[in-house]
């Protein structure tokens, strides 16, 4: 379904004349079929699935906020303009995002089902939040949470 949105924006974005989204678009495409390929020499004909392309839009995201610094340091305005505008095309393609305070209820929700006995449970919880939350939430912010709520 995701990959089916992801070509017809880009299609639109073609007819619209929108430069900027043709390129991330594209590069986003390029990226998938590289998955894709991969997934196919581990026997996944179908290629990866949605949540899969979730991770690779967020850690695309991630690519660009670094990118963003070393250009904001290194005097070149432009270039970390066109990086921000690349990744509100890319976020136009996850779920919302929860916030900081929606972040803390999950990890209280996830340690309340899961019942860790300690930091060495850390894993099964995050894999809970991972289950229940795919694409909605910065997991190293969660586990930063969680790390604090179990040491604790």
């Known amino acids: 379904m995701l990959r089916q949105q992801l070509t017809e924006s880009l299609k639109e974005s073609m007819k ?5 989204a043709v390129s991330t678009l594209r590069l986003i495409l390029a990226a998938l079929k590289d998955r894709d390929i991969c997934a196919r020499g581990r026997g996944n ?5 949605d949540t899969e392309i979730q991770q690779m839009l967020q850690s695309m995201i991630k690519q660009r906020h670094d990118s963003i610094d070393m250009y904001e340091r290194g005097g070149r305005c ?9 990744i509100v095309i890319i976020e136009g393609f996850l779920p919302t995002q929860l916030g900081e305070e929606e ?17 060495k449970d850390m894993g099964k919880v995050m ?11 910065d997991f190293a912010k969660a586990s930063g949470l969680l790390r604090g709520r179990l040491v604790a």
């Open 45 to 49: 004909n179908d290629g990866i699935t």
């Open 127 to 137: 894999a809970f939040l991972k289950q229940h939350y795919p694409g909605q939430m």
């Open 78 to 86: 432009e270039l970390a303009e066109q990086e921000r505008g690349e």
């Open 103 to 119: 972040i803390a209820t999950a990890v209280e929700r996830a340690i309340t089902d899961v019942q860790p006995s300690g930091v």
């Open 16 to 20: 619209a004349r929108d430069t900027r």
